[in-house]
């Protein structure tokens, strides 16, 4: 891949733009490492092997929802919309449009009043009690 990951050139973008995009690439390639574990699994018929990678598809589940939470922390306004979508009972879809109608109602205010509750919200040992973030 090298560093054609970034559209604009990357010795004008920030920091934390080059950080949200090497996360960004990471979450794309723990997707596709699970695609493939999957689809080596389904073929497998040595049973130690298949559980060898199922394994290693427990890692890569792992690393994507690392992945994800760190982007999620990154950008209120997404966070937001995920939580609308993310462990919801319905249809994926409604849940999608009014998550994404709801987070983006009220334009630059609710990004800055997302930033400011996320920044209110613990990221520590308080969540590990069943603190809602």
């Not at 050139?9 to 934390?16: D, I, Q, V």
């Not at 949200?20 to 689809?39: H, K, P, S, V």
């Not at 937001?80 to 983006?104: K, P, S, Y």
Request: with cysteine; aromatic share 8%.
């Amino acid at each position: 891949m090298g560093f054609d990951q970034y559209h604009e050139p990357p010795a004008e973008l920030s920091a934390s733009t080059r950080t949200f995009a090497r996360m960004c690439a990471n979450l794309t390639e723990e997707a596709e490492a699970i695609g493939w574990y999957e689809q080596r699994m389904s073929l497998e018929p040595d049973e130690t092997s298949k559980a060898i990678m199922a394994d290693s598809l427990g890692e890569e589940f792992k690393h994507f929802s690392m992945d994800l939470e760190f982007l999620l922390r990154q950008k209120p306004i997404w966070r937001e919309t995920a939580r609308g979508i993310l462990f919801q009972d319905g249809d994926i879809v409604e849940n999608g449009e009014a998550a994404e109608a709801a987070a983006g109602s009220g334009g630059a205010t609710d990004v800055a009043a997302s930033a400011v509750s996320a920044a209110d919200s613990s990221l520590g040992i308080g969540s590990l009690k069943g603190h809602e973030r």
